[in-house]
C-alpha cells in the first residue's frame, strides 16, 4: 500500500500532464522510449505539484485561520500547513483526504498545466527556436510535429485519392479517420467513395499535395477543397438534369 501511495504522490501528476500533452497532438516525431517518458513526465511533475501544494497551503491555512463549524473533506480542520520540506508531503500521504484531494487536484491542474503548454508555451518555444535556425541558415520546423499530422489532423473535410503506388487501382472518397501519428497501422476511412469516383471521373479537379509514404509505397493525393466542392455542385446538377456528357478543366 505505501508503494502505491507512493507511486500516486511521485509520478502521478506528471504521468497525467504528459498524457493530456500527447492527447491534445503535441506528438514526438518518433515513439519516446520508457526512459524519456519518465523524464519529461518528472519535469512536468514539478509545476504541476507545486500549483497544487499551494492550493492545499491556502486552504489549509484558511482552515485553520477560519474556524467555521463544518468539517467537510475539502475543508479539513485538521490540515498541516506545510514547511519548506519535503518530508511533509510523507507525512500528508497518511492522510485519506489528503490523498482524494491530491488525486483530483492532480486531473484538474494537470490538464490546465497541458493547455497552457499547448496553446502558449510550445507555439513560444517554438518561435524563438525557428529564430536560432533561421539565423544559422536552417528551415524552420513546421507547427506540426510530424508530416502525416501536418497533412491529415487539421480537423478539416478532405478528398483524396488513395493508391499503393505500384500502378494498382485508386481509391477517391472523403477522409473521415485517419490514426495518430504513431498508431501502428496507418488506416483510414474514407466516405462516399462511389460518389467521388463519380465525381473525379467527370471533372478533373487540382491536387494540393501528395503524401508519400516512403516506406510502404502508399500514395494519398489530397484534392483542392474548393474546387471538389465546386466539382461535386456542378456534377449533382448535371445527374439531376440528366446531362453529364463532357470534362470540365476547372
Known amino acids: 500500500m505505501k508503494s ?15 498524457f493530456w500533452v500527447n492527447l491534445f497532438g503535441l506528438t514526438p516525431t518518433t515513439k519516446r522510449d520508457n526512459s524519456e517518458v519518465i523524464a519529461i513526465s518528472a ?3 514539478i509545476p504541476t505539484v507545486a500549483t497544487i501544494l499551494i492550493i492545499y497551503q491556502i ?17 479539513k480542520r485538521d490540515w498541516t500547513i506545510l514547511s519548506s520540506k519535503i518530508t511533509d508531503i510523507n507525512k500528508l500521504k497518511d492522510n485519506i483526504w489528503f490523498l482524494f484531494y491530491y488525486v483530483l487536484s492532480s486531473l484538474v491542474v494537470s490538464f490546465l498545466l497541458a493547455v497552457i503548454i499547448f496553446a502558449k508555451g510550445y507555439p513560444l518555444l517554438l518561435e524563438y527556436i525557428n529564430k536560432v535556425r533561421i539565423s544559422r541558415g536552417v528551415a524552420p520546423l513546421s507547427n506540426q510535429s510530424t508530416v502525416w ?6 480537423n478539416e473535410g ?4 488513395y493508391s499503393k503506388g505500384d500502378g494498382s487501382e485508386s481509391i477517391i472518397g472523403c477522409l473521415v479517420n485517419v490514426p495518430r501519428a504513431h498508431e501502428p497501422d496507418k488506416s483510414i476511412v474514407l466516405e462516399a467513395v462511389d460518389h467521388w469516383t463519380n465525381v473525379m471521373e467527370y ?4 491536387i494540393d499535395n501528395t503524401f508519400i509514404d516512403t516506406i510502404t509505397g502508399a500514395v494519398i493525393k489530397v484534392y483542392n477543397s474548393n474546387y471538389a466542392e465546386e466539382a461535386q455542385q456542378l456534377y449533382n446538377e ?6 453529364i456528357s463532357s470534362v470540365l478543366h476547372l
Open 4 to 18: 502505491l501511495i507512493s507511486l500516486i504522490i511521485f509520478t502521478l501528476p506528471g504521468l497525467l500532464a504528459y
Open 43 to 45: 519535469l512536468l511533475w
Open 59 to 75: 486552504m489549509a491555512g484558511l482552515s485553520h485561520v477560519v474556524h467555521a463549524p463544518f468539517d467537510i473533506w475539502l475543508m
Open 149 to 154: 499530422n501536418q497533412m491529415f489532423l487539421n
Open 158 to 161: 478532405q478528398i483524396v485519392e
Open 203 to 206: 471533372y478533373e479537379v487540382p
Open 238 to 243: 448535371r445527374v439531376d438534369n440528366g446531362s
